[in-house]
């Protein structure tokens, strides 16, 4: 079981790199930068992230009463948006690539200065080191997809040869990190039944679901990328906060398992909103 822990943060690199990597290939900085153009979309995508959902975190742990860890956690999760999975997703989805991705950006590069500011005043005693997230996030996600986008921009027949297998890449170790997750928390989450714990998950992704699906705009590629983007938060940047300023260990299982629990309703909800898209454009 140690071996498959030690494998978690080796698949999630992989997965990380590979997938901006292949986004930054598949598109110029134009198309990401144009969809964010809407600024109507743009004010709700943040206000659906960065308002709406911190406060459905909270009004989920008081109305079901969770343990302090355990809404700890959901505070950490309701502040940390801009998830890497996003494009991913959206692929999945066949939702707006371009939007989602400059979406992802501008929200990850937003919750580096937002939870230094937010969590001190939501809980008590917190301190946020915000150049250890900016790191994270630059070198794991801003960074391959800046590369990406020169190779795409300079290189474009090289970005064509590269893009297939690092989407297979991609792939393939997003299956595997599902599995590992897992395969090494199943005991966390069974441990976690009798808290409601995993309740407050699901309700908490469905709400995330529900917000950005009501305010992504008439158009379905931008509703599903919002839905999909608002569900899934930025686990990275809530680990590295709750890792830093939390002891009890309950604070980080939540947050692996909001993880986990995401990752089985959201891929599923991905595959069926690609589905409805293929059918409209049948």
């Known amino acids: 079981m140690e071996l498959l822990r030690k ?19 598949s598109l110029t900085v134009g198309q990401i930068l144009a969809p964010l153009r809407n600024k109507k979309l743009v004010f709700l995508a943040l206000a659906a992230n960065f308002l709406l959902m ?12 969770l343990d302090q860890p355990l809404g700890i ?19 999945i989805a066949k939702g707006n690539l371009a939007f989602a991705v400059g979406l992802m950006v501008l ?27 900016a790191r994270s996030l630059f070198v794991l996600m801003l960074l391959p997809l800046g590369v990406g986008l020169a190779v795409r921009a300079r290189l474009q027949p090289i970005a064509d040869k590269l893009r297939g297998p690092l989407n ?4 393939l170790s997003l299956g595997l990190l599902i599995i590992l997750l897992l395969l090494t ?6 441990a976690l039944f009798g808290t409601r714990g995993v309740l407050a998950s699901i309700l908490f992704l469905l709400c995330g679901a529900g917000i950005g699906w009501l305010l992504g705009g008439p158009g379905l590629g ?35 398992v909001v993880a986990v629990v995401g990752l089985l309703i959201l891929m599923p909800l991905a595959r069926a909103l690609g589905t409805r898209s293929a059918g409209q454009e049948a």
């Open 107 to 133: 929200l990850m590069v937003l919750t580096v200065a937002y939870m230094p500011l937010v969590l001190p005043l939501l809980l008590e005693g917190v301190s946020v080191d915000p150049i250890k997230i």
């Open 222 to 256: 931008t509703k599903g990328v919002l839905a999909l983007g608002t569900a899934q938060r930025n686990i990275a940047a809530a680990l590295v906060v709750g890792g830093q300023n939390f002891d009890d260990p309950r604070v980080l299982v939540m947050v692996v």
């Open 7 to 25: 494998a978690v943060p080796i698949a999630m690199l992989a997965f990380v790199v590979s997938s901006m990597l292949a986004v930054g290939l």
């Open 168 to 171: 297979r890449i991609s792939t």
């Open 54 to 65: 911190p406060l459905g975190a909270l009004v989920i742990a008081r109305v079901l009463r």
């Open 185 to 190: 928390n199943i005991h966390n989450v069974v």
């Open 73 to 91: 956690a959901f505070l950490l999760l309701g502040a940390a948006a801009g998830a890497p999975f996003l494009p991913k997703l959206a692929g």
